[in-house]
């Protein structure tokens, strides 16, 4: 039994009892002092409320369920009373809530949040597409931190179905080849041929036959590059053609509106006009190239300034001033590196570098670090409901800013260990985190009772040896490792011979093998027998470790060692941040530079991408209204003997693109009336912006038909527009695309939300599964554990009363034999 104190300052009033005692027994020396000093111990030890904790079991017998059925338009593949014979079993035994979704959007997200708390526990009958109110991982995540299990009963599909949807921007630049992306989904898993067509303002462009092999072809989708060489409102369409079962047409065609822009004004400052940069940039701008800083009066109409390895002495003061103004006001600035820029250029502690986002000074690399997970899926795990938080602790630690360099594998172990990650993974790209974080969500319990920890850490010594930098290894596990402890110490000592840095967190349960016999848990014995003991973290359920990572002792010098004994050429590049406006469609898998500028990225601003040994080559922030990217390497001039010749090929090009129209903002220029009206969904209102830079009454209409438009801001006036047909409608010239309802796009069993929903304690069954196995495991989720403090005052009290009444007791009963036997002395001298 543990025993805590609710205020264990009052024992500091031991302190004069103490005295106090020790005084009169020097006085007296008599038993009684000792006996109402323990007295006194007992009632200081009442005043600090000691307590214990006790575990409460409660079981319902007959839990309180919320149903969901879905009955909205999606729901057409599947039987149409999908779960109707499944609410009958469950109201029959339990009581049940029926809660029906009807029409041409799902809100499942919004049904989850409403019910989930108060002791329900909720059956979602539903292809798991949400597309209406709160988002559904969001509303899971609160069922799980309300402690509501979730079960998932997903119906048959009876007929397939097939959907496409194009993407890509919608405002472009005259003459510029713009890349669009179409994305087939459908309903089952199977084999599909259609016939696609695309369609330029009206007009047949491309027609071929494709094969969708899976669900849908996201991830590898098709691709198609257009160039519209007159300004204003134009189209696209596509349209697909399935040969075999489909059940929907309406989700078939797709349709996107485009408008097209002038070529946005810059201004570079170049002593190599002719360079790859200002190829690429003279392409695809109006760009007015200059030698020199061409002065305040030239920035007036550039929306970005682009400085090309230009030495910080070309500028005075005053013209610094003018970019600091320019900058703030809203203008764009993008700074190419090279021999005179940067640490070469004289940046560091100049007006300039003010601006800036980094520093111009060399910059600690901070990756060299591998870390491996060993994750518990043992059946206690399950049993004991600790599988979440063990699988959310280990996301958790993966999206720590401080591990963006590091390499990561991940092992489970149960009854045998395996490597779940395939190796070591770099969490410096998003989508590597993606990967790991949904292998992760995916583990589920071992159906053999044995934890074997030695295993794991076995397989961790073989990720490891050999390995460089900082070394970590992290078990998370409720700590059931009573079978396992011996031969899981011995590996654990081996690998701290590697120089392996190991924690452990425990996830606090009730699983009985945790502790010994004298109550003492496993595996804070475990760490501390590894001398580890500040390692070690003992958390509650729904809590997360934090374990304070410090950056990796390796230095850029030693990497630079590193590259000039393995003879490289070139440093390859990593996309630090992909899921930038920059990033996000650039392969930078064959990217790579000869050199680069040495800086340190400033606090608040954004490391986009690094070479391979940590160096940043783009970092961006924003300064006043203006944004800012720092491109730390050259304009690619001269065949091999430049940094960044592979930079401005091919598609590695749509990264110099992407960082100058970040830089650009708003593409469009700001005179007259701009409207921006974004594409929607049949049913979906699109809001609509315009903006006055001219003075004049402000006029839209929708097809012909005058737009009520309020005044929100500055020259800004706002409206709602929701036509009632599909196709591309017109505002006032400016063109808007509305598709088939957000209902129709995706088809089939929502299979990404299948691992949060076994995070909240629920389960995933078919229809049939769930009317015979639903309840029975409801049931099973109704056994609640709790921990219940029991206060110990009134027994301390009732122990002091007794001990003192029984010291009275027994000096009276002494008093009196004493009396009694005066008496009987008295009588017999007599």
Do not use: C
């Not at 005295?19 to 111990?41: C, D, H, N, P, S």
């Not at 695309?737 to 088809?747: G, H, I, M, P």
């Amino acid at each position: 039994m543990n025993l805590s104190l609710e205020h264990p300052e009052m024992l500091f009033l031991i302190i004069p009892v103490l005295i106090g005692g020790f005084y009169l027994l020097r006085k007296t020396k008599t038993k009684l002092v000792e006996w109402r000093m323990l007295v006194a111990f007992l009632l200081v030890l009442a005043l600090a409320s000691p307590f214990t904790t006790v575990t409460q079991t409660t079981n319902e017998k007959d839990p309180s369920l919320v149903m969901v059925q879905d009955k909205t338009s999606s729901m057409n593949l599947f039987p149409e009373e999908a779960g109707t014979e499944l609410y009958k079993a469950l109201v029959a035994n339990t009581p049940t809530t029926l809660v029906q979704l009807t029409g041409d959007k799902t809100s499942l997200g919004d049904t989850i949040t409403q019910y989930a708390g108060s002791g329900n526990q909720i059956v979602l009958v539903s292809d798991g597409n949400n597309n209406a109110g709160k988002d559904l991982p969001e509303a899971l995540e609160f069922a799980k931190e309300t402690s509501t299990p979730v079960y998932l009963v997903q119906p048959e599909l009876q007929t397939n179905d097939l959907s496409v949807e194009m993407q890509g921007d919608k405002t472009v630049v005259v003459d510029n080849q713009n890349e669009f992306e179409i994305v087939v989904r459908q309903a089952s898993n199977q084999s599909v041929k259609y016939l696609l067509e695309v369609s330029v303002d009206g007009k047949l462009s491309q027609s071929r036959d494709f094969t969708l092999q899976g669900r849908n072809n996201s991830e590898d989708p098709i691709k198609i590059n257009q160039a519209f060489n007159t300004l204003g409102a134009h189209n696209l369409s596509v349209k697909i053609t399935p040969h075999g079962e489909d059940k929907n047409t309406v989700n078939n065609q797709f349709f996107k509106s485009v408008y097209v822009i002038p070529k946005s004004k810059l201004i570079l400052v170049t002593g190599e006009p002719d360079s790859p940069l200002g190829k690429v940039m003279s392409n695809l701008y109006n760009v007015s190239v200059v030698s020199t800083y061409p002065g305040a009066a030239a920035l007036k109409g550039s929306k970005t300034l682009v400085l090309d390895n230009q030495p910080i002495s070309s500028f005075s003061e005053a013209q610094m001033k003018e970019i600091t103004n320019y900058v703030s006001n809203g203008g764009g600035l993008v700074v190419v590196g090279g021999e005179q820029a940067y640490n070469y250029g004289d940046y560091l502690n100049s007006s300039l570098e003010e601006i800036l986002p980094v520093l111009s000074k060399p910059s600690d690399y901070k990756g060299g670090r591998n870390l491996v997970l060993l994750l518990d899926v043992s059946p206690s795990t399950a049993a004991h409901k600790s599988q979440g938080d063990i699988l959310g602790n280990a996301i958790y630690i993966i999206q720590n800013e401080n591990l963006k360099d590091a390499n990561a594998g991940v092992v489970a172990f149960g009854s045998k260990a395996y490597d779940v990650s395939g190796g070591f993974v770099f969490l410096g790209l998003e989508q590597n985190k993606k990967i790991l974080k949904d292998k992760i969500e995916r583990l589920t319990p071992d159906d053999q009772s044995k934890t074997s920890l030695n295993e794991g850490l076995n397989i961790t010594k073989q990720m490891l040896t050999g390995k460089d930098g900082e070394l970590d290894a992290i078990i998370i596990s409720d700590g059931a490792i009573k079978e396992s402890y011996d031969p899981s110490l011995q590996a654990a000592k081996e690998l701290q011979k590697l120089g392996v840095n190991l924690y452990f967190i425990q996830i606090r349960s009730v699983a009985p093998s945790q502790t010994n016999e004298k109550r003492q848990y496993y595996a804070e014995n475990f760490m501390k027998e590894l001398g580890l003991e500040k390692n070690y973290f003992h958390i509650d359920m729904g809590e997360r470790a934090n374990i304070g990572f410090e950056p990796s002792k390796e230095s850029s010098e030693e990497k630079e060692e590193e590259k000039e004994e393995a003879n490289l050429d070139a440093y390859p590049l990593l996309a630090y941040s992909p899921d930038h406006f920059i990033t996000k469609n650039v392969n930078l898998t064959n990217a790579s530079i000869t050199g680069y500028n040495d800086v340190t990225p400033k606090s608040g601003a954004e490391r986009l991408v690094i070479t391979s040994t940590g160096k940043p080559v783009l970092t961006t922030w924003r300064f006043g209204l203006g944004r800012v990217a720092a491109f730390t390497t050259d304009n690619g001039e001269g065949e091999g003997s430049r940094w960044a010749t592979t930079l401005y090929n091919g598609s590695n090009a749509k990264f110099i693109s992407g960082t100058i129209n970040w830089a650009i903002a708003n593409p469009r220029a700001e005179e007259g009336a701009v409207v921006d009206s974004p594409d929607t969904w049949l049913g979906t209102p699109s809001n609509l912006t315009l903006t006055m830079y001219d003075e004049g009454i402000p006029q839209l209409k929708l097809d012909g038909s005058s737009l009520d438009l309020a005044l929100t801001g500055r020259n800004t006036y706002e409206t709602s527009v929701n036509p009632e047909t599909t196709g591309i409608h017109d505002i006032s010239g400016y063109p808007l695309a509305v598709n088939y309802q957000l209902e129709s796009r995706d088809v089939g069993l929502n299979e990404d939300i299948e691992s949060l929903v076994l995070e909240t304690g629920g389960k995933i069954y078919s229809e049939k599964d769930a009317r015979a196995l639903l309840l029975k495991d409801a049931r099973q989720n109704s056994v609640r554990q709790s921990d219940e403090q029991v206060s110990l005052k009134m027994y301390v009290l009732l122990t002091a009363l007794v001990l003192y009444l029984g010291e009275i007791l027994a000096r009276r009963i002494r008093e009196m034999r004493k009396l009694r036997n005066a008496q009987v002395e008295i009588e017999a001298g007599k």
